[in-house]
């Protein structure tokens, strides 16, 4: 029984990739960039490209077809059994003064800086998919219910991917009480939410800024992708985010999160334009197999090669631990973080991979609580 299930499996995931075959040819190349300037390198006619890749990601189907016939991903050694940190809900709804990171799962982590509350790329869905029965699910539960969340000033999206763009998550978030958030999004994101009526929204470009409260928040170029279809692969922009208090604050605080990203020399780029981070959240997983995934997504090598170009002060693993997105096991990566801190010479503490649910607290000169 167990080996005609299995049979049955492969061939409805052949079925699949057959039918994506055949989607991908037939798709056409009519899109027009309504954002097209021919002064920005990163701009084509159709939609954006990044700035040290030539070609677009590729590759897909060969590697589909080698998960198919490998079996893979493999199961993690821990058999799916992550440890949780249940939040201080009480705490975070009482914070206006302290920063603090929670990391809820995958890229998604809760930031209170100066009394504002900041998400990044949240999804609460049980899959990163445009399906319910279908697509990479979740293995960890999120810590905390999204009801439970002090009220968030402000939402921070790198691209439109299915596990960093969660339509269900962003329309709950809309509706919270007190009023939508501020939802700060790469270019040409913006219309998709308008048409969910959501309008608290502003779009940018690589390196333009835009400000709540007392932060600045700048998107910031990195070595990625877009699609939310099988047809519209880089016709909206994608990105990373930085975040600094204002310059003539008693505490002054700096974030990056770098959403999605392969390694590249953007990351050299960033560090001349803003110098250093208190905090860094840097992806770790989803990273195999390398021929594939190199571009596209950093391993841990890669994630502490850019804690080092940035400077970060103190770097958190994100992008690991929650929906199976490649063929690495769920609880690889912080084994190969340990690994590549070490022959990096980077400190245990300087660079971590959080429980699900953990908070982490800094002082007033943007240094961790122990």
Same mark, same amino acid.
């Given at each position: 029984?167990?080996?005609?299930?299995?049979?049955?499996?492969?061939?409805?995931?052949?079925?699949l990739l057959l039918a994506?075959?055949?989607?991908?040819?037939?798709?056409?190349?009519?899109?027009?960039?309504?954002?097209?300037?021919?002064?920005?390198?990163?701009?084509?006619?159709?939609?954006?490209?990044?700035?040290?890749?030539?070609?677009?990601?590729?590759?897909?189907?060969?590697?589909?077809?080698?998960?198919?016939?490998?079996?893979?991903?493999?199961?993690?050694?821990?058999?799916?059994?992550?440890?949780?940190?249940?939040?201080?809900?009480?705490?975070?709804?009482?914070?206006?003064?302290?920063?603090?990171?929670?990391?809820?799962?995958?890229?998604?982590?809760?930031?209170?800086?100066?009394?504002?509350?900041?998400?990044?790329?949240?999804?609460?869905?049980?899959?990163?998919?445009?399906?319910?029965f279908m697509g990479p699910?979740?293995?960890?539960?999120?810590?905390?219910?999204?009801?439970?969340?002090?009220?968030?000033?402000?939402?921070?999206?790198?691209?439109?991917?299915?596990?960093?763009?969660?339509?269900?998550?962003?329309?709950?978030?809309?509706?919270?009480?007190?009023?939508?958030?501020?939802?700060?999004?790469?270019?040409?994101?913006?219309p998709w939410l308008n048409?969910?009526?959501?309008?608290?929204?502003?779009? $940018? +470009?690589?390196?333009?800024? =835009?400000?709540?409260?007392?932060?600045?928040?700048?998107? #910031?170029?990195? *070595?990625?992708?877009? @699609?939310?279809?099988?047809?519209?692969?880089?016709?909206?922009?994608?990105?990373?985010?930085?975040?600094?208090?204002?310059?003539?604050?008693?505490?002054?605080?700096?974030?990056?999160?770098?959403?999605?990203?392969?390694?590249?020399?953007?990351?050299?780029?960033?560090?001349?334009?803003?110098?250093?981070?208190?905090?860094?959240?840097?992806?770790?997983?989803?990273?195999?197999?390398?021929?594939?995934?190199?571009?596209?997504?950093?391993?841990?090598?890669?994630?502490?090669?850019?804690?080092?170009?940035?400077?970060?002060?103190?770097?958190?693993?994100?992008?690991?631990?929650?929906?199976?997105?490649?063929?690495?096991? $769920? +609880?690889?990566?912080?084994? =190969?973080?340990?690994?590549?801190?070490?022959?990096?010479? #980077?400190?245990? *503490?300087?660079?971590? @991979?959080?429980?699900?649910?953990?908070?982490?607290?800094?002082?007033?000169?943007?240094?961790?609580?122990?």
């Amino acid at each position: 029984m167990v080996g005609t299930a299995a049979r049955s499996c492969r061939a409805t995931r052949t079925g699949l990739l057959l039918a994506l075959s055949a989607t991908l040819m037939l798709a056409a190349c009519g899109h027009k960039n309504p954002y097209y300037d021919p002064a920005k390198p990163h701009h084509t006619p159709e939609g954006f490209r990044n700035n040290y890749l030539d070609r677009k990601p590729d590759g897909l189907l060969k590697w589909q077809w080698q998960r198919i016939t490998q079996g893979l991903p493999k199961p993690p050694a821990n058999n799916y059994a992550f440890p949780i940190v249940r939040p201080d809900v009480v705490a975070l709804h009482a914070n206006k003064t302290d920063t603090t990171a929670t990391w809820i799962g995958h890229a998604t982590v809760l930031l209170q800086v100066q009394g504002t509350n900041v998400l990044t790329d949240p999804i609460w869905s049980k899959r990163a998919s445009p399906l319910s029965f279908m697509g990479p699910k979740r293995h960890v539960p999120p810590p905390m219910d999204m009801n439970e969340l002090p009220h968030i000033d402000v939402v921070l999206i790198s691209h439109n991917h299915y596990d960093h763009l969660d339509r269900a998550t962003v329309e709950q978030l809309n509706k919270q009480d007190g009023g939508p958030p501020l939802f700060l999004v790469p270019l040409g994101i913006k219309p998709w939410l308008n048409d969910l009526g959501i309008t608290n929204v502003k779009e $940018l +470009d690589w390196w333009e800024s =835009a400000s709540q409260g007392s932060l600045n928040f700048h998107l #910031v170029p990195v *070595q990625h992708w877009s @699609a939310r279809s099988l047809t519209d692969r880089q016709e909206t922009l994608w990105g990373g985010w930085t975040m600094h208090t204002n310059k003539d604050t008693a505490t002054p605080f700096s974030v990056f999160f770098a959403g999605d990203t392969g390694f590249s020399k953007d990351f050299e780029d960033i560090a001349t334009r803003f110098g250093s981070f208190d905090l860094a959240l840097i992806p770790i997983g989803a990273y195999a197999p390398r021929w594939f995934m190199q571009t596209q997504h950093v391993d841990p090598a890669d994630a502490v090669k850019i804690h080092q170009t940035i400077k970060s002060a103190y770097s958190i693993g994100v992008h690991w631990g929650t929906f199976e997105m490649a063929d690495e096991s $769920l +609880d690889e990566p912080p084994l =190969a973080l340990a690994e590549a801190r070490k022959k990096a010479g #980077v400190a245990d *503490q300087a660079f971590v @991979a959080l429980k699900h649910g953990e908070t982490v607290r800094f002082d007033k000169n943007g240094a961790v609580i122990p």
